[in-house]
């Protein structure tokens, strides 16, 4: 074998890899497109689709993992009911095999009780970091993270430095 032909060969080798490589990551990003549209709009069906109903959900906010679209819709229920209006923006992921570590910025006006908080009528605005695990192109596991200080902060609840 001449190196011309050795070097095609590895060409031809690293585009393949890069090919497939890709095409888990393009199905993680309709995954996450997909589960953004759900949170955002609080859709049942959206739910059903994107969340496997054997996921398992960590939130700060219940001391037990939450289960399946159910439990992920519990978490949205208790968020849209301190924060009507609230919207999450996918700002970032970083995805190694069927892991995504995603950056979500979370906005909304706070017109219902939050933790025990009356409505302050404030706009918030935090980061959250969450890491989905996906399977069969859903989720069927998330770690949350959010700015929990920050909301608090800015609704008024504990001052800010």
Same mark, same amino acid.
């Given at each position: 074998?001449?190196?011309?032909?050795?070097?095609?060969?590895?060409?031809?080798?690293?585009?393949?890899?890069?090919?497939?490589?890709?095409? &888990?990551?393009?199905?993680?990003?309709?995954?996450?497109? /997909?589960?953004?549209?759900?949170?955002?709009?609080? $859709?049942?069906?959206?739910? #059903?689709?994107?969340?496997?109903?054997?996921?398992?959900?960590?939130? &700060?906010?219940?001391?037990?993992?939450?289960?399946? &679209?159910?439990?992920?819709?519990?978490?949205?229920?208790?968020? #849209?009911?301190?924060?009507?209006?609230?919207?999450?923006? =996918?700002?970032?992921?970083?995805?190694?095999? $069927?892991?995504?570590?995603?950056?979500?910025?979370? /906005?909304?006006?706070?017109?219902?009780?939050?933790?025990?908080?009356?409505?302050?009528? $404030?706009?918030?605005?935090?980061?959250?970091?969450?890491?989905?695990?996906?399977?069969?192109?859903?989720?069927?596991?998330? #770690?949350?993270?959010?700015? =929990? =200080?920050?909301?608090?902060?800015?609704?008024?609840?504990?001052?800010?430095?």
């Amino acid at each position: 074998m001449n190196i011309d032909s050795m070097l095609r060969s590895q060409i031809s080798a690293q585009t393949s890899l890069e090919r497939h490589s890709k095409m &888990p990551s393009q199905s993680t990003e309709s995954v996450m497109n /997909r589960f953004v549209e759900f949170i955002n709009t609080g $859709n049942e069906d959206f739910a #059903r689709e994107v969340v496997s109903p054997d996921a398992v959900f960590h939130a &700060p906010s219940h001391p037990e993992p939450l289960r399946g &679209p159910d439990g992920y819709m519990e978490v949205i229920g208790m968020m #849209r009911s301190a924060f009507p209006d609230v919207q999450w923006t =996918l700002e970032e992921t970083v995805t190694e095999g $069927n892991t995504v570590a995603a950056r979500f910025t979370m /906005r909304g006006t706070h017109d219902g009780e939050f933790f025990g908080i009356p409505a302050s009528g $404030n706009k918030i605005s935090v980061q959250a970091m969450n890491f989905y695990y996906l399977a069969d192109g859903r989720i069927v596991g998330e #770690r949350g993270q959010p700015d =929990l =200080l920050g909301v608090m902060q800015q609704i008024g609840a504990v001052p800010a430095p």
